[in-house]
Nanobody, 124 residues
């Protein structure tokens, strides 16, 4: 059974940084691409970042490009989201997800398993 557990969220001030972690169990993350999404109250889920199975290719949503960095540590079966220069509009529940199939290209879609989410709140 594949499980994803996010951590690292919290309450910070605008301009601060946070690093989210997502530990994957039941699947070897070294062969699957991963992604981060977020959902703010009253809004649709938004793509944040994705990384391919090798860790060499990444993609970012326009609203976080240049501020957020996705990475993965295959030895720890963990994917990270480093968030810098946080803004109040980054406030949301952040979810990690893993691709349905192994060895695919980096993608904004085709995610089959999701974590429960971690809350990030940025005060102005």
């Amino acid at each position: 059974q594949v499980q994803l557990v996010e951590s690292g969220g919290g309450l910070v001030q605008a301009g601060d940084s946070l690093r989210l972690s997502c530990v994957v169990s039941g699947r070897t993350s070294s062969t699957y691409g991963m992604g981060w999404f977020r959902q703010a109250p009253g809004k649709e889920r938004e793509f944040v970042a994705a990384i391919d199975w090798s860790g060499r290719s990444t993609e970012y949503g326009d609203s976080v490009k240049g501020r957020f960095t996705i990475s993965k540590d295959n030895a720890k079966n963990t994917v990270y989201l480093q968030m810098n220069s946080l803004k109040p509009e980054d406030t949301a529940v952040y979810y990690c997800a893993t691709n349905r199939a192994p060895y695919g290209p980096v993608t904004r879609g085709n995610f089959g398993f999701w974590g429960q989410g971690t809350q990030v709140t940025v005060s102005s």
